[in-house]
């Protein structure tokens, strides 16, 4: 028996080598394509899953160790790479989310992916200016609100809530109209502040942004033939300032949010007359103030004899008769603002041209010089993302983009404002004012 069962082992095995030896032989066998191993699927060895499945492991419709499907964007293409799925545009496009973009000219994506130009056009990958409302004689101020951008323009306060721009005729909303000498405004929460005449009084008004009620404006302060400067609004108070005919400047604010009785910021001098006086500022009340929240900035256009005393502070906490002088040389203060713990603004420099700066809210002082331009530079708005500002005579809005300043030139984002007036920002947009109409473009 063992004998035989060797024997047989022996037969068997020597049977297997000969059979195998003839396959191997046969010239009629296939040749395998590069990459398959001959299964029934033409699977590649190396792309099996994990449930025997085998699979190619590097095409769009089987990537990858799980045999993924690849998705192409839109307008662009799919690839497989190193068993991952890929997106690919062509070199001209930008992938944003989905889709293949050109960026030069896109106004969702314009110079960037999610940078969106609104209603405004893209080209060559900037954002272009486009009007928020036109056909004004006058605009005189503008604000921002919760509900869109508040527009102080011949005789009415409007709002424009509409993201692509109003239309006077259909949707530019009056929140009061008719008012005798209008002059900016300025919005504190949902409720804007203005200034206009009536009879001999000149008032300081405020009105809810959604509308004045039937009745009229509420009336914050009445004073006869004392001449009102600007009312603006800060992180906690409305400020205000005025000429008294005789004995000079002053100022007074409310608290907000109620604003129901006002108190002195900078006291009515109680001798006079202003020519009397070096320390008497010119007739003319100031226009260019920020408030903080501390202490308030302005510019005085130079002290009677005394052209060398341009910007002045005071503490809000209590009557100031004596304020800090700020800036002690011969450069004239033409915009001034407040953000988060600073105050902004820009004047005359060294050599000429315009510099912006900022004064510390808390303990104000000298000057941080942080940009330079050209002669010209009208108003100032700053938020987290930079330092904007208008330049009337050269017809240019720009931006700093970090608020520790940029002393070269700054960023161009609309040409051709030739007399821009106000500058405003929101969370996506700059808007500003000119003579006859209110603009904006994105950030």
Not at 54 to 73: M, R
Not at 134 to 155: E, K
Request: negative net charge.
């Amino acid at each position: 028996m063992s004998r035989l069962f060797g024997l047989g082992v022996s037969v068997s095995v020597l049977s297997f080598v000969v059979l195998a030896a003839c396959v191997g032989d046969d010239p009629g066998a296939p040749a395998l394509e590069p990459g398959t191993d001959g299964g029934a699927d033409g699977s590649s060895p190396g792309a099996t899953d994990e449930g025997g499945n085998g699979c190619a492991g590097d095409t769009i419709d089987a990537c990858g160790a799980s045999c993924t499907k690849c998705a192409a964007p839109e307008g662009g293409t799919a690839a497989c790479v190193n068993g991952t799925c890929a997106k690919k545009c062509e070199a001209t496009q930008t992938l944003c989310g989905d889709a293949c973009v050109d960026t030069t000219g896109s106004r969702a994506h314009c110079g960037r992916c999610d940078h969106s130009c609104g209603a405004g056009e893209c080209s060559a990958s900037a954002c272009q200016p486009f009007a928020v409302a036109t056909g004004f004689t006058d605009v005189h101020g503008i604000a921002m609100s919760p509900s869109g951008v508040v527009i102080s323009a011949d005789s009415d306060v409007s709002l424009c809530a509409k993201p692509d721009g109003c239309s006077a005729a259909t949707s530019l909303s009056t929140i009061v109209a008719g008012v005798i000498q209008l002059n900016d405004v300025t919005v504190a929460g949902t409720v804007v502040y203005f200034d206009g005449n009536d009879g001999d009084s000149e008032i300081v008004f405020r009105c809810p942004v959604a509308g004045c009620p039937g009745a009229g404006p509420d009336i914050i302060e009445s004073t006869v033939n004392d001449t009102i400067g600007r009312v603006i609004a800060g992180p906690t108070d409305v400020l205000w300032t005025r000429y008294q005919s005789y004995y000079g400047q002053y100022s007074r604010r409310c608290s907000l949010p109620g604003c129901a009785s006002s108190v002195a910021v900078r006291p009515i001098p109680t001798t006079g007359p202003y020519y009397d006086s070096p320390q008497r500022e010119l007739t003319v009340p100031s226009r260019v103030v920020s408030v903080g929240a501390t202490s308030t900035l302005w510019a005085t256009g130079g002290i009677f004899n005394d052209s060398t005393k341009n910007l002045r502070a005071c503490p809000l906490a209590s009557s100031c008769p004596t304020p800090t002088e700020i800036d002690t040389a011969e450069f004239t203060v033409s915009a001034l603002t407040y953000y988060d713990g600073k105050h902004y603004g820009a004047s005359g420099a060294t050599g000429g041209g315009n510099v912006i700066f900022s004064v510390s809210d808390a303990a104000p002082g000298t000057r941080a010089l942080l940009v330079s331009d050209a002669a010209g530079i009208a108003d100032v708005a700053v938020d987290a993302s930079g330092i904007y500002w208008v330049n009337g005579t050269t017809g240019k809005v720009l931006r700093c983009k970090t608020l520790k300043g940029c002393m070269g030139a700054g960023e161009t984002l609309a040409v051709g404002q030739t007399g821009a007036r106000r500058i405003a920002l929101d969370a996506s947009f700059v808007y500003w004012s000119t003579p006859t109409a209110v603009m904006k473009v994105a950030k």
